[in-house]
């Protein structure tokens, strides 16, 4: 099923505020919590989708590549498996939205993230450089970058061993305080993160002497990244999962690959159609002529009318690029430049000087037609020819 328009998930026009963004993206989250809708999966579906908009609309880059791109921009969003957000990481990236945990502790505690994993990975941002043929069919681009790994000693977890990692004294492995306080309503209970832990519900008590406790390290990874075809300079692709390493077994982060269009050495883009400039001879354009041009996958023949005017324009039909996630394809569209010598010899120009006063030598409608000479090409075609 297509995605929503993020704006229209939102109910805010393109040119809001980021404090308008944020507080309809509460209003909906609040709607639709589970908590409030326990069992209900439509309520949470529209609560993920809602956390997806605001991700992108809340972030400035990901705003302007959205507003260009649309959901292309987004390379299907999200920080699911499958795209989707998940609700672990809707509490953690935006707790602060429904108001320092109070909202989970008034609607049952989820809100709040429980116990939690680690610390989330920041996203990786890199360019990724294609040529015409790669955007043109898509590509596994193969890519080694420096980023945050886990670390091999421990598999992340950041301590010496598995009896190095204790249920912290504080909240006792929960990752919550629970607090109760005397108001004129009667007794109110908060739920709030465990300020010992973090959340985390644990405490490492010898650290890995490898990764120093952060259960992860700075080192080389190899990317194998499947690129799909039509996509454009300057559009961001969003791969979830697939940036740094969090901290003592948190998720990672997203990988952002921003497109860098390589330049072709004979042909333009232009939208989904790719340009390339035919420069003829004064003569080939009189008599015609069949010769090569090259195409984004190789060289295709094509045949020049004689009589062929500059500017005349001629496409090869689905030699273009395809719409990214769509069925559009371009064509290659061949401008035909008729070039005009600047230097002749003297038996040149005699032959120009013969040929200039012909009927056929003069644009307009006082020019006479081929056949109205009778084999007038034929002669002209001696005459370069000779």
Request: hydrophobic share 30%; charged share 25%.
């Amino acid at each position: 099923m297509a995605k929503r328009d993020y704006y229209e998930v939102l109910g805010v026009a393109k040119g809001s505020s980021a404090d308008e963004i944020k507080k309809s993206y509460r209003k909906i989250a609040m709607q639709f919590h589970p908590d409030r809708n326990p069992g209900n999966k439509e309520a949470e579906e529209k609560f993920k989708e809602a956390a997806e908009a605001y991700d992108t609309l809340s972030n400035p880059d990901k705003k302007a590549q959205y507003d260009r791109f649309g959901h292309a921009a987004t390379g299907g969003g999200g920080y699911g498996p499958q795209g989707g957000m998940r609700m672990e990481d809707i509490f953690s990236n935006f707790g602060d939205v429904f108001g320092n945990d109070m909202f989970g502790s008034m609607f049952g505690g989820q809100g709040g993230g429980g116990r939690r994993q680690g610390t989330r990975g920041a996203n990786l941002r890199i360019k990724l450089k294609m040529d015409y043929a790669e955007i043109a069919n898509g590509a596994n681009k193969k890519i080694k970058v420096k980023k945050h790994i886990s670390c091999q000693h421990c598999n992340g977890s950041g301590a010496k061993d598995r009896n190095s990692i204790q249920n912290c004294g504080t909240c006792g492995g929960s990752g919550q305080v629970r607090r109760v306080t005397n108001t004129f309503l009667g007794q109110m209970q908060t739920v709030t993160t465990c300020p010992t832990c973090n959340g985390e519900g644990s405490q490492i008590t010898q650290k890995c002497g490898n990764c120093k406790g952060e259960g992860r390290v700075y080192g080389d990874e190899t990317l194998s990244l499947d690129i799909p075809a039509g996509v454009q300079d300057g559009m961001q692709l969003s791969m979830s999962g697939r940036g740094n390493a969090g901290e003592r077994g948190g998720p990672p982060g997203d990988l952002l690959l921003l497109v860098e269009e390589e330049k072709h050495e004979f042909l333009t883009r232009r939208d989904l159609d790719v340009v390339y400039q035919l420069h003829i001879s004064f003569p080939e354009a009189v008599l015609g002529l069949q010769t090569e041009v090259p195409t984004i996958d190789g060289k295709a023949k094509i045949k020049i009318l004689p009589g062929t005017q500059g500017g005349k324009t001629l496409r090869l039909k689905g030699k273009g690029f395809p719409a990214f996630q769509g069925y559009d394809r371009g064509d290659e569209v061949i401008e035909v430049n008729v070039w005009t010598p600047q230097h002749l010899s003297h038996e040149e120009k005699d032959m120009i000087e013969k040929l200039k006063n012909s009927p056929n030598f003069k644009p307009g409608p006082d020019a006479k037609s081929e056949r109205e000479e009778g084999g007038f090409f034929d002669k002209i075609k001696d005459a370069f020819r000779s």
